[in-house]
């Protein structure tokens, strides 16, 4: 059974950092890519980054790119967002996703980021 459990969610003040990971279970996890999304309040899913199964590769949407990192530990079966510099925007659930060639298969629960002061 494939299961995706995120972590590291919370509330931060702007400009503060948190790292979401993501354990992965029940799936060869180095042959998939693995995508972070977010949903913020009232507003439609948003894909955020993806980093392919070897984590030697990886893309993010421009408004994160050089504030968030996408990276794996294979040994773990885990996939982390690091997030810095956290802009009031960002707030959002935040999931955890594996991407096989014809979209999203599984997804995580999600895992709640609060950006506020």
């Known amino acids: 059974e494939v299961q995706l459990v995120e972590s590291g969610g919370g509330l931060v003040q702007p400009g503060g950092s948190l790292r979401l990971a993501c354990a992965a279970s029940?799936?060869?996890?180095?042959?998939?890519?693995m995508s972070w999304v977010r949903q913020a309040p009232g507003k439609g899913l948003e894909w955020v980054s993806t980093v392919n199964g070897q984590g030697s590769a990886t893309r993010s949407v421009d408004s994160v790119k050089d504030r968030f990192t996408i990276s794996t530990d294979n040994a773990k079966n885990t996939v982390y967002l690091q997030m810095n510099s956290l802009k009031s925007e960002d707030t959002a659930v935040y999931y955890c996703a594996k991407l096989t060639t014809v979209g999203y298969d599984y997804w995580g629960q999600g895992t709640q980021v609060t950006v506020s002061s």
């Open positions: 029940g799936f060869n996890f180095a042959s998939y890519a």
